[in-house]
Structures are given as C-alpha cells and as structure tokens.
C-alpha cells in the first residue's frame, strides 16, 4: 500500500472526526466537572477537601457519583444525532438534564431513608450507610442513562 492508494477525502474525513472527538471530549469533561459540582454542592462540607483527606465515606460515595455520571455523559453522546453541533448540544442539554435528575433523586433517597450524608462523608471508618448511597448513585446513573437512550 502506498500514499497514493489513500484516496483524496480519507484526511478531511480523518480531521473531521478528530474534531468530533476532541469536541466531544470537551462537552463530556465539561458535565463530569458540572456532575461531580452537582453533588458537592448538594451535600454538606466540600467533598473535594473530603476526598483529599481520605475520608473513606466521600471517597466511596464520589467514586460511585463520577461513574454514574460517566454512565450519563457516555449515553448522552451516544445518542447525539443529526450535525455535529446538533450533537454537541442535545448531548450537552441530555447530559445536564441527567445530572440534575440523578443528583436529585439520590438525594431525595437520603432524605426518605434518613441518612444523615454529612455524618457519612465525614466519618473516619466507612460507615455501611456510604454503600446506600454510593449504590443509589449508581443505580440511578443508569436507569438515566437508559432514559437517554
């Protein structure tokens, strides 16, 4: 196979898609940051300073949000449809519709079974409390991955 045997669109369809993707990767850092902003401002103390410090709680339950949201933001790109920038925004507007849901409904499951987040994130040993919400996070990141679809 030479250079010549390349035919004369395979580079502009080649740099196309780089910029699909290098776009795309932009929309999907954008709502994980926006994600993981989501559940540190709905839960009390900030979970970064908790997760740096090793609290085993916020560790656990962080964890489970980012995957969840990863679950959302992968979905949300995978369903994008018509131009690239008919793509970039129904993923970025599914995406942020799917964080706000998810966030909300873990919350709304602390609040129902009356676990005290705070308590949780803040203890020194893992509290089994962490793996209902850390559980609850991941449930949901998908049942809202599965709406997007």
């Known amino acids: 196979m030479t250079l010549a045997a390349i ?19 932009v929309v999907g850092v954008l709502l994980m940051l926006l994600g993981f902003w ?8 900030k979970l970064n300073q908790l997760v740096r ?5 916020a560790v656990l339950v962080t964890a489970a949000g980012m995957v969840s949201m990863a679950f959302i933001v992968l979905t949300a790109i995978w369903s994008s449809t018509g131009t690239l920038v008919e793509g970039l925004l129904g993923a970025l507007i599914f ?8 966030v909300g409904g873990v919350r709304l499951l602390e609040w129902v079974t009356g676990i005290r987040i705070g308590d949780v994130l803040n203890a020194e040993e893992l509290q089994p409390q ?3 919400v850390a559980a609850a996070h991941l449930a949901l990141g998908l049942v809202v991955a599965v709406a997007i679809i």
Do not use: C, K
């Not at 995406?95 to 998810?102: A, D, H, P, R, S």
């Open 7 to 25: 035919g004369p669109a395979f580079f502009p369809i080649i740099g196309r898609g780089i910029g699909a993707i290098l776009l795309y990767a």
């Open 38 to 45: 989501a559940v540190d401002v709905t839960t009390p103390g």
């Open 53 to 57: 410090a090793g609290l085993p709680g």
């Open 95 to 102: 995406g942020l519709v799917g964080i706000v849901v998810q």
């Open 130 to 132: 962490a793996f209902v």
